[in-house]
DNA sequence: CGCTATAGTTACCGTTCGGTACCATGTCGT
DNA sequence: ACGACATGGTACCGAACGGTAACTATAGCG
């Protein structure tokens, strides 16, 4: 049922391309979003829209990330913050806020990423879907919190991309997705390199995968790949 | 949806910061949190909140956190008070209050330092859970009254520093904890040094505690690090 | 049946990240 | 005041990771 509305995020930056791109991921994702370029379109969207989280970048023309959130002062306690900022920033200074049930993420991230980390702030702020954090395919289990990766009981070693991955197909199981779906999703959003690190990964994934039983992720030619029940 | 209401904690503090990062981080361990910025609005949220404890700043705009304790009078007995002072504040008018069940901490703190002083006179006063004092993974136990740790039932000497740090991962066992959450809650909540601290520590536990077994803390490469059972 | 385009696998290399030993500073107790 | 120990910072090494590339396999199609 397409009425129902996910939670309310506003994405703050100046740069069109990171809000656009961002915010179709999360609209696909179920969730209702707003946007603003600057400090003062922020502070507009907040009343108007009230959002239940904010990606906010911490570099705008008229004010940073930190003052904006200041400046929402009490209401601030209760909308936490995903501050995006570059990657050589100072972390110390974001570090601080982090325990105040915020995040960051330094540019450029993937967008698999990001929802993953919006997902688990609104569950633990308790204003998300009570949605478990654990992914279920077949007999394969992937649990968020733990990192872990379960094939048919057994336990199973991933390195940080072949997560993402991973994670992605799970998000989208019997989907087909096309590589440029997966490269958008799972690599940086700015990733220039060769779409061939895709089939790499892909490959490492089923060697690791299959190795505790039959293939799941099935490739459809000329289009992409698709996490499918073995037959 | 599940509020099942922890005990009430009124945090009094008139830098917005210290707040925002106290009452987030108790409301994250299922404490109920009400918040004043001066001494007026903290004698209005002792009527209206009714706390079980408070966590008061000594110095604030319009009095003093002795004094709000005084005029708490009667309640006062039965209302615990954890009161946060600057560092070189004169800690003997301090000391004097803790012999009534209350207890103090210097600014900056650890947030786990906090949680952990709140939980225990909790316990003590019988207000908290009757959740033990003694926490268990696998074969190892802390035992946070006596602060002894045990590996296979060998007694392990920590220092300040490693002790902080085992407690917050057997807080959450089996979860991948990232750098910078470990770095909020276990250093001062304004620590801003060098990240590698951490790993050093994490290097000191892992010497001390897996001489008498296999190795529990398992790194998460590029997240951070994570209570695991060896396998 | 064989050619071509697409996909899969493996190997390699540059870079990053984590672990540990070592050192400087600070703090506490004697 | 001194010494011992804890803490935090630095440097260096090794391992793991990510991405590229080269080679192989396979499917689709004329």
Redesign the pocket.
Known sequence: MSTATGPRILVVDDEPNIVEVVSMALRYQGFEVATAANGAEAHAQVEAFRPQLLVLDVMLPDTTGFEIAERLGAQRSSIPIIFLTARDAQEDKLRGLTTGGDDYMTKPFSLEELVARIRTILRRTGQGSDESNRMVFEDLELDDDTREVLRAGQPI????????LLRYLLSNPRRVLT?AQILDHV??YD??????????????L??KLDAHGPGL?H???????ALRAPR
């Open positions: 070693d991933l390195t940080a991309t072949e997560y993402r590589r690599w940086e990733f220039g390199g060769d779409a061939r690190v895709l089939e790499t990964y892909i490959s490492y089923r060697k992720i490739t459809v030619r000329g289009v992409g790949y």
